[in-house]
């Protein structure tokens, strides 16, 4: 069974920082997402297995996902962070990069900016 432990979630005033990680119980392709308060859930960023990046236009250049391999753990850098910023954030995994289905989620971890 795929597990996904998310950490780092918290509150932030508008500007900062924060840095959200995932330890999942195998190697796969990762990605983060977000549901605000009465919105839909929506994507983030994924990173492959061998480190290729995607991020959604709203993150881009503010956001930054890396992974640690050796510890099957992925990581969102999160700067200059804003209040539409806040949102319960998931991790994710999938098998292929192939397949739009992310298969495995985690439990969420609450990302607040105040402004």
């Known amino acids: 069974q795929v597990r996904l432990a998310e950490s780092g979630g918290g509150l932030v005033q508008a500007g900062g920082s924060l840095r959200l990680s995932c330890a999942a119980s195998?190697?796969?392709?990762m990605g983060w997402f977000r549901q605000a308060p009465g919105k839909e859930r929506e994507f983030v960023s994924r990173i492959s297995r061998s480190g290729i990046t995607y991020y959604a236009a709203s993150v881009k250049g503010r956001f930054t996902i890396s992974r640690d391999n050796a510890k099957n753990t992925v990581y969102l850098q999160m700067h200059s962070l804003k209040s539409e910023d806040t949102a319960v954030y998931y991790c994710a995994a999938k098998d292929s990069n192939y397949v739009d289905r992310w298969d495995y989620w985690g439990q969420g971890t609450q990302v607040t900016v105040s402004s």
């Open positions: 195998g190697r796969y392709v």
